[in-house]
């Protein structure tokens, strides 16, 4: 089965109204292990809404969402929290890093997290995403003292840290002036390489989605493209 599989997915939010938005109308969507694609569409077509969904923060309204062939449609809050932690990793614009810990501290939470303890091949494992992603001497330093893109670097390898087979970021350049944002991706692109790990990226800037492998397009709700990346799409 496919890594993950959406199937005829609809998002509507209750606005205690009785016109209640429906911002999904209908999304099917598979991604394969190892796929490194693009999520893009104009601000408000719900790109957010269904990295949410993906990401299991939020819950579909109707449809069906597959991880690894399993239902997710059913599972209850516990049980979503135990999928996301073991299916999923996070990047986000805002890098959410939490100021008061060193880069190490930050990329060891997950684990503290999922397993309650840090164990020596995890803390082993943080060092070695660390120094691949450039930071090796910057480990013990607070992000208040890293530039923005070294933040975004230490918030790739907390994403990595626990080898989830698929990595969504919303906007992981957005926050970041054109040369930290190629840097970035072209970290991303380099993990993606020497990981088996699948990466969606929403952006919303054209040059970094023609580099990915493949680009999805939302439009109102629908998805209005889906395909390879083809020489057209570099600007
Ligand atoms: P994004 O649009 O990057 O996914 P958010 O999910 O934070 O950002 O956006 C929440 C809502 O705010 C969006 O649905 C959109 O309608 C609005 N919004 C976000 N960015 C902009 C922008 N640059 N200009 C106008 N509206 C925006
Ligand atoms: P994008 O990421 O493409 O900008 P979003 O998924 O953020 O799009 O938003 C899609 C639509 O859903 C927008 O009309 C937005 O206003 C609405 N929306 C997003 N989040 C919520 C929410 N929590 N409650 C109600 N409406 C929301």
């Known amino acids: 089965s496919p890594l993950i599989e959406l199937a005829d997915v609809r998002k509507r939010y209750n606005l205690g109204r009785p016109n209640e938005a429906e911002v999904l109308h209908g999304v099917s969507l598979r991604l394969a292990a190892g796929e490194f694609a693009a999520l893009i569409g104009p601000s408000g077509s719900g790109k957010s809404t269904l990295l949410n969904l993906i990401g299991l923060l939020e819950r579909l309204t109707s449809g069906s969402y597959r991880i690894q062939g399993q239902e997710m449609a059913g599972l209850d809050d516990a049980g979503l929290t135990r999928q996301r932690r073991q299916t999923l990793g996070f990047v986000f614009q805002f890098h959410h890093l939490l100021p008061a810990f060193s880069a190490l501290e930050n990329v060891t939470l997950p684990v503290l997290m999922r397993e309650g303890r840090i164990g020596r091949s995890q803390l082993e494992r943080a060092r070695a995403l660390l120094d691949a992603v450039g930071l090796g001497e ?19 390898a907390r994403a990595l840290v626990l080898s989830p087979p698929l990595v969504l970021a919303d906007e992981p350049t957005g926050n970041l002036d054109r040369h930290a944002s190629d840097e970035v991706f072209a970290l991303l692109r380099r993990m993606h390489a020497e990981l088996n790990t699948s990466f969606l990226i929403v952006t919303h800037d054209p040059r970094l989605a023609a580099r990915c492998d493949r680009v999805i397009e939302l439009v109102d709700g629908r998805i209005e493209r889906d395909g390879a990346t083809t020489p057209r799409d570099a600007v």
Do not use: N, T
């Open 138 to 156: 910057a480990m013990h330093k607070r992000p208040g003292e890293l530039s923005g893109g070294m933040q975004q670097r230490v918030a790739i």
